[in-house]
């Protein structure tokens, strides 16, 4: 668990069922047919969420399940999503510390490249083996990630601050 | 909740077990073996229905806010009656207007064929109505998913039209939905013939909505404005459906000329087309499907 910056309040441990439980609402949206490209990919989102929070849960080896979920779940390319969700919690991991340091619109502002590299890979993956160029607006599923992630997170954080006040005692207690 | 994370509780064993970038790696690989053996050589087949099983109550359930949207809300619950009983008229009617437009060319056809061949079947169509649901959710292809599957007796490789023409083929199929991939998806292939004078080709999705006649010589006699329908020649396709119409044939560049159509059908936006299954005479005498 990494402290917020703001150290006044303490952050309890997410539960494991709040994670799943958010990962499978993300999960369905994605699967709603919306027919549009500036829908967030919420999977994706939901996800590099709580591999930068609880990173003892969530890795590498979650995005890998995820990603074939979503691959069968939009008949596409078996493997695509998975290589795409993988690097993005590699990389977001691995700048970690860095990331939770800033607010909402900074870690949007340095998690956008990952979100763009993931959709380029899916992109490179697909025009090598033959398919479409689906056109630049493509890479807005990305944007319209990082626009939704100040609220996203805070949607995200609040029960853990919910649940620190509850108890009444922090973890130093 | 049913969760879609099944093997997430093995997850923290398997940190522990290796380095970040170890499991990097060996995702990164999994996930390229994957592709590989799914774009290139196709063999995931198995695998991808065994997760679709799992998942198909999730995908179902997905698709009630679509069709909540385009049947208007709740509120309007006699107006969504009115419009499925209009949809399923439609559909009829599409039946109809297409029956009635292949008649008389197959009619020509078949006497001919049986006057030179001896005969005595003629070649059946079998014609199923469906509905699309919506674009399939992968911006790299062109594809729709339409209502009826392998329950209602669509099988992979069957022609897919509207009242105008080819609109695609199904391409995958599952018990109530199958997906159809349009004729204007890169490089997909229909071999045609020129109406007007029954040179023969082959037609291939560029990815812009565009056609492409290939593998002619420079000499090949097709114009401007031509209709290429279909030569049948796949064995999956029946022959005479129009696929598109010539609209630039430029110069020779290298050995052949570059010829575009454009496709008749206007498939993508059409809700309502006909899947149409080819019963060669001969498989139609054995025993029908």
Known sequence: MRESPRPSRVLQPPRPRFILTTLALAFFWDLIPKGGVFWPEMSMAVLTFWALRDPERVGVGTAFVLGVMLDVGRGAALGQEALALVWVVYLAQRRAARILWFGGWGQALLLLPLWLLALALQAAVRLVAGGDWPGWSYFGAAVSVALLWPMLSALLLWPQWRAARADGAGPLS | ?289
């Not at chain 2, 419009?83 to 009635?100: F, G, K, S, T, V």
């Not at chain 2, 729709?144 to 897919?160: E, K, P």
């Not at chain 2, 097709?222 to 064995?235: F, M």
């Open chain 2, 1 to 289: 909740m049913n969760s879609p994370l099944g093997a997430s509780p093995n997850v923290p064993r398997f940190h522990r077990a290796m380095s970040p970038t170890q499991r990097l790696g060996l995702a990164t690989l999994a996930s390229v073996l994957l592709l590989v053996l799914d774009l290139r050589f196709g063999a995931l087949g198995a695998v991808r229905d065994a997760v679709s099983v799992v998942l198909r109550p999730v995908q179902e359930a997905a698709h009630w806010p679509v069709k909540l949207a385009t049947n208007g809300s709740i509120y309007f619950a006699t107006l969504a009656e009115v419009q499925a009983e209009n949809a399923r008229l439609r559909r009829i009617e599409l039946e109809d207007q297409l029956r009635a437009a292949t008649l008389a060319a197959l009619e020509a056809e078949n006497a001919e064929l049986r006057r030179l061949l001896g005969m005595s079947k003629r070649a059946e169509l079998r014609t199923i109505g469906v509905e699309v649901l919506y674009d399939a959710p992968d911006p790299f292809s062109r594809r729709l998913v339409v209502d009826r599957g392998a329950n209602a007796g669509v099988r992979l490789g069957l022609a897919v039209l509207d009242a105008d023409g080819l609109v695609g083929q199904v391409t995958r199929i599952q018990p109530l939905v199958s997906e159809v991939t349009l004729i204007t998806q890169k490089d997909h292939a229909v071999p045609v013939m020129v109406q007007r004078n029954g040179v023969r080709g082959v037609v291939y999705g560029l990815g812009d909505g565009y056609l492409e006649l290939r593998h002619l010589l420079p000499e090949t006699d097709v114009r401007l404005d031509d209709l290429l329908v279909t030569s049948g020649l796949d064995g999956l396709l029946p022959p005479g459906i129009p696929v598109a119409r010539v609209v630039s044939v430029d110069a020779a560049v290298g050995s052949f000329s570059r010829i575009v159509a454009r496709p008749v059908s206007f498939g993508e936006r059409r809700r309502h087309l006909l899947v149409i299954e080819h019963v060669p005479a001969k498989e139609a005498t054995v025993g029908g499907p």
